[in-house]
């Protein structure tokens, strides 16, 4: 249906060249998605009904409409596009075996450059709690997401298995990523079958690390000293906890309170030839209002060797910013895509696809929000995920396409309406590690339930009634 005010342009166009992804264009325009096809090999030698382009754009937006159905995405996308771009001919929505075959021929190629390319820190020196001192922020730590429970998502990417159980109900892919604590912008991920841990994923983040960094990360990643050694020597500093079991002999003890100590890679404990110097920080927490039952006493190893550049109680302070990446896993797991969904794609190719997808969807919403801070210093806390994410769906809708004006008019307007309405300032929380319902009535899905026996007859055929007795 035409608008008021639109005037229909006398030329003829293919309506894919003008479907964008609303006000989230601004992060990832046309010029940049057709540069991730090409780098990825996946440039076409003749137009199709579903190009390439706007399959990228498809792919965004199934991460974007996570609970719509494969037509009714596409639906969103070309939404008011048709009379604005002065497309004339008929045009019918693909159907879903088109739309799939369209992404199996896409890849995840285009989508893992589309990351790399645009995904970058956001923050300004001007940003609340986005650097300490000289430092930008960034933390690391890992998630699982389930896939469908399919034989190649199974061969792939494997499965938890409890100790009570066979494994769980589907196939799950760990993620490890790279965050920007004070924008909870993602700019880097490691991406892996759930066999594969933790620490051999983050080595793929070593890529996404330069100097001016302090990275924070869990003792889960403070016990492998190859993964510290290989991202300390780009340049980023560290400041990781370590496990009560880690030796850390004192070499020499500071005035703040911290000492000197070395890590010794574990494969080369007898000759000493990598030893990584650190500096070490223990501290414990006094509040009363804590459960008396929790680990009060924490120690971190840090490359900044030199106390009167980082003081060992500014550190200690430091470390929980590490918890602003679970916000990050919160927004990217139960908002954008809905709590314990599992995605859509049947194969791995498609699984990582779309879990690209996922990633950039979440980044161009992070950068929205972030022009809405802008340099007035207002926090990104502040501002709240779940409405910048229902203003871009609603930009998507509105078919405003590739228009470099009517994206920044767009821009404007869902700033301002984002910004209308803060959340108030973050109060001091805690919350017990806990759940309502651990349990189920029902018993746990296993091997022996994926090919539960068939029916072969209706039920008019197959009941028999009894006699009375």
């Known amino acids: 249906m035409p608008r008021v005010g639109w005037v229909k342009p006398r030329s003829d166009q293919r309506l894919s060249d003008h479907v964008a992804l609303g006000v989230l264009t601004r992060t990832f325009p046309p010029s ?8 990825a090999g996946k440039g076409e030698q003749r137009h199709r009904l579903l190009p390439a382009r706007l399959v990228v754009y498809y792919v965004l937006a199934l991460a ?3 609970d719509s159905a494969y037509e009714e995405v596409m639906r969103n996308l070309v939404e008011g596009l048709a009379y604005q771009s002065g497309w004339k001919s008929h045009w019918e929505v693909p159907t879903k075996g088109a739309i799939s075959q369209a992404r199996a021929r896409l890849g995840a190629g285009p989508l893992e450059e589309c990351f790399k390319r645009a995904c970058v820190p956001l923050a300004s020196e001007m940003t609340p709690g986005a650097f300490y ?11 699982n997401l389930d896939v469908p429970d399919t034989a190649v998502n199974d061969s792939e990417f494997g499965r938890a298995t409890p100790a009570r159980g066979e494994g769980s109900a589907f196939p799950q892919v760990r993620l490890v990523g790279l965050g920007e604590c004070g924008t909870h912008a ?27 960094m302090l990275v924070l990360g869990d ?3 403070g ?10 020597a780009t340049g980023a500093d560290l400041l990781w906890r370590v496990k009560s079991s880690a030796v850390l002999p004192v070499l020499e003890r500071f005035s703040d309170g911290s000492y000197r100590s070395e890590l010794v890679i574990k494969d080369d404990k007898g000759r000493k030839q990598q030893v990584l110097g650190v500096r070490v920080v223990v501290y414990e927490i006094d509040d009363p209002g804590r459960n008396s039952t929790e680990e009060t006493t924490y120690r971190l190893v840090t490359t900044i060797l030199d106390p009167k550049r980082a003081p060992a109680s500014e550190l200690a302070a430091l470390y929980p910013e590490r918890w602003e990446f679970e916000t990050l896993l919160d927004e990217l797991k139960t908002h954008e895509r809905g709590p314990k969904v599992v995605l859509r794609s049947k194969s791995p190719d498609g699984v990582r696809q779309e879990i690209y997808g996922y990633l950039c969807t979440h980044y161009a919403i992070r950068a929205l929000m972030n022009e809405v801070v802008g340099q007035d210093g207002l926090d990104p806390d502040r501002v709240s995920f779940t409405r910048s994410l229902r203003a871009a769906r609603r930009s998507v809708r509105a078919g405003i396409g590739t228009s470099a004006h009517a994206i920044s008019e767009a821009l404007c307007a869902a700033v301002a309406e984002i910004g209308r309405e803060l959340l108030p300032e973050r109060a001091l929380r805690a919350a017990a590690r806990v759940v309502k319902r651990k349990m189920s ?7 022996a339930h994926r090919n539960w026996p068939q029916p072969t007859k209706p039920a008019r055929e197959a009941v028999r009634v009894l006699a009375a007795p």
Do not use: H
């Open 186 to 212: 993602l700019c880097g991920v490691g991406i892996g079958p759930y066999k594969t841990g933790e620490n051999t994923l983050a080595l793929e983040l070593v890529r996404s690390l330069a100097p001016g």
């Open 32 to 39: 940049l998605v057709d540069a991730a096809v090409q780098a």
């Open 223 to 232: 016990g492998s000293y190859v993964l510290f050694g290989a991202m300390a």
């Open 441 to 447: 009535k029902f018993g746990v899905k296993r091997t």
């Open 219 to 221: 003792r889960g990643f």
């Open 64 to 66: 974007l409409f996570s």
């Open 133 to 143: 001192r000289t430092w930008r922020l960034m933390a690391i730590d890992g998630t």
